[in-house]
């Protein structure tokens, strides 16, 4: 029988859980404050959409494959049946399903405003089966069966609660996904410039922020997977974090006179901030996640600009900014942000790091690549040019990728670049 202090860190973690899943609303709001009005419904519809999709397809075979007994450290056994799992053991399913559903939901704002239904529940499908399952065995696969040894892990890779599982590895998929389907129709002007189209209002962005932040308390501080005094702290230095990103991403985008609004830019340090400590929320000390949070926001809004204007990828929520740049720096400071003692040797580390890093974008990045080629060769990634500037619909049938089709609705281009002059 349990304990009371077993009861209480279930208790515990069934709490995280809740707060990881309210993260979904908060991902929502980010997302309907910066795109099209005639698009706040799909997007919504998206982030319901992954949930669902999340939660049967990581249940019946994403868990198996990422936290079951260990195939030579590269997977989980998948024929694992759920049936072997104590009732302990399913609230650490739960809370690693609000996590599988985080990744995805990275997706829904790094495509938003011109793919399709279909072609999004393929991806999350994909995602949630074997490119997020795979890559977090080989960093947290043994944390359900302490004999698995997944190869990162061996090597000594940290990632505490995901900066590279969950948010660089769904921020890749993002990256590749926008660069593949291409951008919103008008997006570009006649010299190839990217515009900044109007949206419904920031201030749903804003409160989004402000449900993910408190969401990330169950993230980072259910990670521990119990509850004593290092919770408290591990909460206080995400916070910590997430407020001085806001600060240096504000500061940053006033003093060197960015392009763009300035709301976004502090939207996106605060969130920069959160999702570089998660790497390192349980080893880090007080002062360097600060320095870490500050740095990270600096890091937001130099990804944000050269993702925008340099690559001219359109990324309508800044989500592979937020994601893939906050990540991949979380993930690199590990060494560096750490107290003394944590390692023995911090250059190793910082080697050990690089590499996870690099096999998680390489990893990510290829197979979202061809699962997106294939899912435009024989469904179709995007809904019809029609569609688009109308806004996209509860439609599930495929849609032709040709934002040049001559059935295009002239008047509603001419009223989408109007309203951008």
């Given at each position: ?411 509603a281009l001419a009223k989408l670049l109007g309203e951008l002059s």
């Amino acid at each position: 029988m349990l304990d009371s202090a077993q009861h209480i860190s279930l208790l515990w973690m069934l709490l995280a859980a809740a707060l990881v899943f309210f993260m979904q609303v908060g991902f929502a709001l980010l997302e309907v404050g910066l795109v099209r009005q005639q698009n706040m419904l799909a997007i919504t519809v998206k982030n319901l959409l992954d949930w669902m999709v999340a939660c049967i397809a990581f249940t019946l075979l994403g868990f198996a494959l990422m936290f079951g007994p260990g195939l030579a450290g590269l997977s989980g056994n998948p024929l694992f049946s759920l049936a072997q799992l104590s009732s302990e053991q399913l609230v650490f399913l739960l809370f690693q399903l609000t996590f599988a559903a985080t990744a995805c939901t990275i997706l829904s704002g790094a495509i938003a405003g011109r793919a399709s239904h279909a072609a999004y529940a393929i991806a999350v499908l994909v995602i949630c089966v074997l490119i997020y399952p795979l890559f977090g065995h080989w960093v947290w696969g043994a944390a359900l069966f302490e004999d698995n040894s997944p190869w990162l892990a061996a090597l000594g890779f940290h990632d505490f609660a995901g900066s590279a599982v969950v948010h660089a590895t769904g921020a890749w998929c993002g990256l590749v996904g926008a660069w593949v389907i291409g951008p919103r129709i008008g997006w570009l002007d006649e010299q190839g410039q990217p515009r900044d189209f109007p949206t419904p209002s920031l201030v749903w962005s804003f409160v989004g922020v402000l449900v993910l932040w408190f969401g990330w308390w169950g993230f980072n501080g259910g990670s521990a997977g119990r509850f004593d005094g290092e919770v408290g702290r591990i909460i206080l230095l995400t916070n910590l974090a997430a407020a001085c990103g806001g600060v240096s991403a504000l500061l940053h985008a006033r003093l060197t006179r960015r392009r763009g609004d300035a709301h976004v830019y502090l939207l996106g340090g605060v969130l920069t901030g959160l999702v570089a400590i998660t790497a390192s929320a349980d080893v880090a000390g007080l002062a360097a996640a600060m320095v870490l949070g500050l740095l990270a926001g600096v890091v937001h809004n130099l990804a944000l600009d050269m993702i925008k204007y340099r690559w001219r990828i359109d990324d309508p929520v800044g989500a592979v900014a937020v994601h893939g740049a906050g990540g991949t720096l979380g993930i690199l400071a590990v060494p560096f942000v750490a107290v003394d003692g944590v390692f023995a040797d911090r250059l190793y580390q910082f080697g050990v790091q690089s590499l996870g890093a690099l096999v998680c974008f390489f990893w990510a990045a290829g197979l979202a690549w061809l699962v997106f080629a294939l899912v435009k060769k024989y469904v179709g990634l995007r809904v019809s040019p029609q569609e688009e500037l109308a806004g996209i619909s509860l439609d599930f049938k495929p849609a032709p990728d040709d934002p040049d089709d001559p059935a295009m609705d002239e008047q509603a281009l001419a009223k989408l670049l109007g309203e951008l002059s």
